[in-house]
């Protein structure tokens, strides 16, 4: 019998591609929503929630999976299965390919392999994730839970599958060994050239006209501002981002090669320089 994991919402962030996303949650505190859908997104269900700070988060790595699709036949390598998606079932075809055993982290410089299980590599059987963030606030807005998170290593339109408190006491341990992750990664040295600082300041000028009004408190204003509208403060975001080096790790000793990273509604070019450090070098918006 096959089990049936529920879809209880989505994530809303400014990343919309895994290139740039944060390989680890709370690395970077940049700010998203988890939109709960129907029938998950009454408040009762949220009673008690607010006097946590932090929450753990389950669920699915979307871009690694076979697009929903209806069912034809149990072939190449694909297996039928239903996805719930809140107030109905859909039937799917999700990849199925044979099962990789190992990986190569990017923490161990993309060429050393270890075992899938020794790893938080997204290429995983079950195609979930598992991460704790910061809780900053729970809205409700036209009768639906709109939950306001930081620190998120999620991109955009991830679905989420559960929702539990984080506990210190027991989920805080001391005297852990953490393998060939004994600490977080160091940060490198990031630069704005003045025509990159330009054409983001130009980019912020013109979207303050925006059609949508995010200051008004609607589901719709919300996402406008998670997802697209870009404010002045995104630019600690971007850096903060870029910083951790989002690049495969066989590129990092690449000189003057441009890379671009999608954040909201502009890409954002950078390459490395003379020193080792990270140089953002063009702003540009797309639609």
């Not at 992750?181 to 983001?200: N, Y």
């Not at 303050?208 to 008004?216: L, M, P, R, V």
Request: proline residues 7%.
């Amino acid at each position: 019998m096959a089990h049936i994991s529920p879809i209880i919402g989505y994530h809303r962030a400014p990343l919309s591609q895994k290139f740039g996303t944060p390989r680890q949650p709370n690395l970077v505190g940049m700010s998203s929503i988890i939109e709960m859908i129907t029938p998950y997104d009454t408040p009762a269900a949220f009673d008690g929630l607010e006097a946590f700070s932090h929450i753990w988060i389950s669920w699915q790595f979307h871009h690694n999976a076979v697009k929903n699709h209806p069912l034809k036949s149990n072939s190449d390598n694909k297996t039928q299965c239903l996805i719930d998606k809140g107030s109905y079932h859909s039937e799917a075809l999700i990849d199925t390919k044979p099962f990789r055993a190992q990986v190569r982290p990017p923490r161990l410089g993309g060429n050393q392999k270890i075992g899938v299980f020794a790893s938080r590599s997204m290429y995983r059987p079950s195609g979930l994730g598992l991460s704790v963030v910061k809780l900053e606030s729970i809205d409700i807005i036209e009768g639906r839970v709109i939950l306001v998170i930081s620190g998120a290593d999620m991109i955009d339109s991830t679905p989420v599958i559960d929702i539990k408190p984080y506990v210190g006491y027991s989920d805080a341990l001391n005297g852990t060994s953490d393998g060939f992750a004994p600490m977080a990664p160091v940060p490198l040295e990031i630069d704005l050239t003045e025509l990159a600082s330009e054409q983001f300041m130009h980019i912020v000028n013109a979207q303050q006209t925006d059609k949508y009004d995010t200051k008004s408190l609607s589901i719709k204003g919300m996402l406008n501002e998670v997802q697209k509208q870009v404010v002045a403060a995104d630019i600690d975001h971007i850096k903060a981002l870029i910083a951790l080096d989002p690049r495969p790790a066989y590129r990092q000793s690449e000189l003057n090669t441009p890379f671009t990273m999608r954040y909201k509604s502009i890409d954002v070019g950078f390459t490395q320089i003379e020193g080792g450090g990270l140089q953002i070098i063009k702003v540009r918006f797309v639609d």
